[in-house]
């Protein structure tokens, strides 16, 4: 939850947040204050926050790594609409490295939405060959790695690749992730409509929105639709948090700019990047 917090909060106001505010917002979510500051220490720990003691305060921001991580994930969370990807897909044939290496560069490409189709290749509909190419580079495997995009053609290999695609890629487990977050989110979407959250409410729920969603479309491989169920309902999920954020965004503004410190770091107002997301809101 600290991540969802310093993504979508405290980079869009300075990219700073006083400890403390973290604790009561946290504390909100049941969790101590006493979890929070162990939680933010490993953060610090493993490259994901900087800090800075201003007097007795500690401060905290993304590093440049967390900064880049984020970003990466941000193009996906607050996209103006779901991606739909072609039709050709991206093999990793990973055979040429040897295990220590792989082994790291496995889990990269399992979090990018590759996945095993035989040892030592991976498969991707579409990936990002500009990530994929930043994370062969990261791992200093450029020589290694043989990247090949292929397309299926014929009827009946559509239909084969779209039943290994259900099975790889567990698609059952993520339409029900999609229904579910719809089942919780629409009917507080219904009551955001009549402007009945106060703006500490409009904060928190804005928070979980984005915590829930974000934990759901970063297993999601952006399929194209050919390849999923009809009617597949991340579709509708993304419409639902696309149109739910725009009536939290002011709101929750209010309450961060009363509440939340801003005397040594970060900015009152919200950068202009804020309301570039989904598309464009309305200041």
Request: charged share 20%; with cysteine.
């Amino acid at each position: 939850m600290i991540v969802t917090i310093m993504g979508d909060v405290v980079s869009q106001h300075g990219g700073w947040v006083w400890l403390g505010d973290l604790v009561r917002t946290l504390q909100y979510f049941l969790l101590p204050g006493g979890s929070t500051r162990v939680a933010a220490y490993r953060l610090v720990k493993h490259d994901w926050m900087n800090v800075r003691k201003v007097g007795r305060c500690n401060y905290y921001s993304f590093t440049d790594t967390a900064m880049k991580h984020y970003e990466k994930a941000e193009k996906r969370i607050y996209a103006a609409q779901r991606i739909v990807q072609s039709d050709n897909w991206t093999l990793a044939i990973l055979n040429l490295l040897p295990d220590a290496k792989k082994n790291m560069l496995q889990k990269n490409l399992l979090w990018e939405g590759f996945h095993p189709l035989a040892s030592g290749i991976y498969a991707h509909p579409s990936s990002d060959r500009a990530s994929l190419d930043a994370i062969i580079r990261e791992h200093q495997v450029v020589d290694d790695v043989v990247v090949l995009s292929v397309r299926v053609e014929d009827v009946d290999s559509l239909i084969a690749i779209k039943k290994l695609v259900a099975q790889r890629w567990g698609l059952y487990h993520l339409e029900k992730s999609y229904t579910n977050f719809i089942n919780i989110y629409h009917p507080v979407y219904r009551r955001a409509q009549k402007k009945l959250f106060s703006p500490a409410a409009s904060f928190y729920i804005r928070l979980l929105l984005i915590h829930s969603y974000r934990c759901i479309v970063l297993r999601d491989p952006d399929f194209p639709e050919e390849m999923l169920p009809a009617n597949w309902v991340g579709y509708r999920a993304h419409d639902l948090i696309k149109n739910l954020y725009q009536l939290l965004a002011t709101p929750s503004i209010a309450y961060i700019t009363e509440n939340f410190d801003y005397t040594s770091h970060c900015k009152v107002r919200v950068n202009e990047h804020f309301y570039r997301r989904f598309g464009g809101m309305h200041a």
